[in-house]
């Protein structure tokens, strides 16, 4: 027998109690069994763990998380359930100069992504991945983004040798047994989403708390629907329902299938008279997505309620709009998240049920962030485990840590928010960062303009992402980083697809900016909760009750078409958010031109309307 034994690790690799863990999987899944077994003899575990999503696996993997130092448990009165992660200081957001679009030639990947051929790809990440869970436990995460109940259920299995993952997954997607069980039914096709922190424990070697590797890979194969991501535990890139499948493979596939998966939140909104709507946003990562999705708003008689925060599966049914929130969960930007910015954020997480990634411990076993409450804490644990006081100089929480809390927490969740048919989409909204130039709120004159502008999109660049943060980067429909195939090939698809469903039956689309500054740096616009004026006057627009005055850049407001009752705003502040400055429009035209040429082919019905824009500037 132990001749046997031996024998069958050697040849296979696979040590006992992982083969035992292969023979009694809980699925006779196929295409699954045969590529865990795979996974297992490349990256070698010491074990495998069927994650279930069970309560009690939480418990159990919470429990050694805090054992191992990842976890810190928080004060069960203040957050109960709840725990803070502490990434090591070079893993704490996308990365997006190692993020890889692999399809069969570059034109697949286009202009804007890292392209890789895919067996090239595959050859590296072989070597990377070989032997990096030894000394761990490899688990294995059915999920579904969106609906189990879909009609067409969008499943993924995500392999990961890191328990924060599995953690993290349970709170963003729909994951275990009920997934597992209806994939295996129905031998469903499902997304391989293979993770690895890249950092395999030798016998006798102690565990750091973050383990992670110095090189990263975050790899997309658009093609085989597949993911590889390699060395890093932060969330965008080690959460790989989110970001690598809702938006880089889900955009592919929409490609393909003809529908859009976007980077849009989507609020429900309802008018006095009890008429509702639904919109999507389109802002670029850390650019108030979630903040917009928890609107309350500050004038009489409107409602708001979320239906999702971050992603938006659009699909297009007998000549209707309808779009899918595919997340369970929010990954939310801490800092600026306050009981007076976004008191609904707020009382979500403080419901529990919590991972906090990266920011500040208080005294009572609390945690803090800039912004979370105008009062500063006299004394802080700072997200690198150091002392802090409101003297230190520097920010307590990490400009990108994060909230990651069930979406069923947050008591302004529309009821309707996982209907596997999704909702009615009436508008769509893009937004950026722009101190200046861009009004608050713009009206496209039709659906080839409002594509123009989610083409021209552009926004400073945020803490997000590592790199420079505050440069203006052209960041189309805020997909920049997401768009899984060739950007021009993207545009085109926006295009078709308002040519084949029809102009009418396509939502309106708006361009707004709420981070326009006034002459002396502040922001001239109050954002947050009164960004429901924007929203009512967006609505009245679409009920055709709004005026509004026709600019070279889309139909913008006056002051008198926006209801601005109760509002504390300046003349001068006002003017600087609405105006349309013709010389500051014109001085954008050579970053749209020099956009476009990076591009290369950018569709012709672009282009006419980057004319379109110059000439009504000129004429202005
Ligand atoms: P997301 O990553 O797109 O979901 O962005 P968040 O909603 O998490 O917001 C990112 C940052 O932008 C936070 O620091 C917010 O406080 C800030 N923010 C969001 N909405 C507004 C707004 O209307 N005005 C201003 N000035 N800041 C905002
Ligand atoms: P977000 O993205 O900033 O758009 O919420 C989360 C991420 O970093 O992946
Ligand atoms: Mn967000």
Known sequence: ??????????????????REALDNA??????????????????????????????EEWNTLTTELVDAGTFVRLNEEKFPNSFAAFSDPDDVARVEERTFICTKTPKGAGPTNNWEDPAVM???????????????????????????????????????????????????ATIGTPVLDK????????????????????????????????????????????????????????????????????????????????????????????????IAAAFPSACGKTNFAMLEPTIDGWKAEMVGDDISWIRFKEGQARVVNPEAGLFGVAPGTGWTTNPNAMRGVARGNTI?????????????????????????????????TPDSGRPAAHPNSRFCTPIKQVDILADEYDDPEGVPLSAIIFGGRRKTTVPLVSESFGWEHGVFQGATLSSETTAAAKGAVGVVRRDPMAMLPFIGYNANDYLDHWLDTGARVGEEAMPKIYYVNWFRRTA??????????????VVKWIVE????????????????????????????????????????????????????????????????????????????????
């Open 1 to 18: 027998m132990a001749d046997n034994t031996t024998a069958s690790t050697e040849s296979t690799g696979l040590n006992q109690a992982v």
């Open 26 to 55: 809980p699925t006779t899944h196929p295409q699954l069994l045969e590529w865990v077994r795979e996974m297992a003899e490349m990256t070698q575990p010491d074990a495998i763990h069927w994650a279930d999503g069970s309560e």
């Open 122 to 172: 595959k050859e590296t990440l072989v070597k990377k991945f070989t032997g990096s869970m030894r000394g761990r436990t490899m688990y294995v995460i059915p999920f579904v983004m969106g609906s189990l109940d879909a009609e067409d259920p969008k499943y993924g299995v995500e392999i990961t040798d890191s328990a924060y993952v599995v953690c993290s997954m349970r709170i963003m």
């Open 183 to 278: 994939m295996t039914r129905d031998n469903a096709f499902f997304v391989e989403a293979l993770h690895s922190l890249g950092s395999p424990l030798e016998p006798g070697e102690e565990d750091v708390p973050w383990p992670c590797n110095t090189t990263k890979y975050i790899v997309q194969f658009p093609e085989d629907r597949a993911i590889w991501s390699f060395g890093s535990g932060y969330g965008g890139n080690a959460l790989l329902g989110k970001k690598c499948y809702a938006l880089r493979i889900a955009s592919a596939i929409a490609h393909d299938e003809g529908w859009l998966a976007e980077h849009m939140l989507i609020l429900k909104v309802t008018d006095p008279e009890g008429d509702s709507r639904y």
């Open 356 to 388: 906090f990634t990266n920011v500040a411990l208080t005294d009572d076993g609390g945690v803090w962030w800039e912004g979370m409450t105008d009062e500063v804490p006299d004394h802080l644990t700072d997200w690198k485990g150091n002392d802090w």
């Open 520 to 533: 002396d740096g502040g922001f001239a616009w109050p954002g947050f909760g009164e960004n429901s004026r």
């Open 541 to 620: 627009r679409l009920k055709g009750t709004a005026g509004g005055q026709e600019t070279p850049v889309g139909i913008v407001p006056t002051k008198e078409d926006l209801d601005l009752s109760g509002l504390d705003i300046s003349d001068d502040e006002l003017e600087a958010a609405l105006r349309v400055d013709q010389e500051e429009w014109l001085a954008e035209l050579p970053g749209i031109d020099e956009w476009f040429n990076k591009l290369g082919d950018v569709p012709e019905v672009i282009l006419e309307q980057r004319a379109g824009l110059e000439e009504r500037l000129k004429n202005s």
